[in-house]
């Protein structure tokens, strides 16, 4: 069974939000136990060959999610004119998977099950959230998130990864500095959970302040409780649903309902929907409307809820963004 503190983020991906933590959870499975390696966690379908995990989601959705959380990424590796290491929040890995002989849950961080193949011991630097890069074809429109590829974790330098490590790590075969470190990794084919979870805490934490705001105004019942937390996991993540959206197609939603059905106008290359599983979490737990709200220059998005009150623009409002 899974934590009741996990939120599932995506319909299809298998993506759960810890929002109380501000942590971001990937399903996946044991690809390669052995062998040098290029990736530590590609998405499904991609770079196998090569990393440790496979995990079921796009790297643009993991991207998304931690946006989503307040986690902002740094700048991928660049080469030119100079060598410039990826930059970016840390972020900690660690593995969850069920062994299959006692039943114990086991935890692992990432950075064990990775070899240093110069020094013979385990890797011993995070990885940062670097953020990849996002082409736009000038033809139509279309977006593509470079990391989507096959670099969401990378153990070697590129400047598509989502998450790299900031040192000087090359991509050709003989010079590759990391491979796995089989006494540490699970068997392959084993179901997995990847971990991520940021160093850097974002100064507003929204879920705090919501309930701070309510408890001031009025006296808060224990249901009333669940809900504000139901409401503070579920504003956020719509909020991640939009700059989905937004990676794909290019701009926010003016309406919530187009991250279920696609924009009669929208073209449907550009539009990778749906975003959300159906229209009852655009409800809050009271049974109100979630409210959308765009700054002018479409650079950042929020995502309310009424509160308690029922009563928009008031100090119990609950917002993701």
């Not at 062998?35 to 379908?45: I, K, R």
């Amino acid at each position: 069974d899974l934590p009741g503190n996990w939120t599932r983020a995506f319909e299809e991906s298998e993506i759960w939000v810890d929002a109380g933590n501000k942590h971001v959870i990937a399903g996946g499975i044991i690809c390669m136990d052995r062998g040098p390696l290029e990736m530590f966690v590609c998405p499904l379908y991609t770079k196998e060959h090569e990393s440790v995990i496979a995990v079921n989601a796009r790297s643009r959705e993991i991207h998304a999610t931690l946006l989503a959380l307040g986690i902002e990424p740094g700048t991928p590796v660049q080469w030119e004119p100079e060598y410039k290491a990826a930059s970016g929040p840390k972020i900690e890995i660690d593995i969850i998977w069920k062994d299959e002989e006692s039943g114990e849950v086991m935890t692992r961080n990432g950075r064990e099950m990775v070899l240093n193949s110069r020094r013979k011991r385990e890797m011993d630097i995070d990885w940062v959230f670097g953020g990849s890069q996002i082409y736009k074809d000038p033809e139509d429109g279309t977006t593509f998130y470079y990391g989507d590829a096959g670099e969401l974790v990378c153990l070697s330098n590129f400047s598509t990864a989502t998450m790299d490590i900031p040192i000087n790590s090359p991509q050709d075969n003989m010079d590759l500095m990391y491979e796995a470190n089989t006494d540490k990794i699970p068997e392959r084919g084993t179901k997995v959970y990847v971990v991520f979870k940021p160093e850097l805490i974002p100064a507003e934490d929204n879920d705090d302040q919501n309930e701070e705001a309510v408890t001031n105004e009025t006296e808060v019942t224990a249901e009333d409780r669940e809900r504000i937390t139901r409401a503070g996991v579920n504003t956020s993540t719509i909020a991640a649903a939009c700059k989905m959206y937004k990676l794909n197609t290019g701009q926010f939603p003016t309406e919530l309902s187009y991250l279920v059905e696609k924009p009669e106008e929208m073209n449907v290359a550009l539009w990778a929907g749906p975003y959300l599983q159906n229209e009852d979490s655009l409800t809050d737990p009271w049974g109100n409307a979630l409210r959308l709200k765009l700054d002018e220059a479409d650079v950042r998005v929020e995502v309310s809820s009424n509160g308690p009150d029922g009563e928009p623009e008031t100090d119990d409002d609950i917002t993701g963004s």
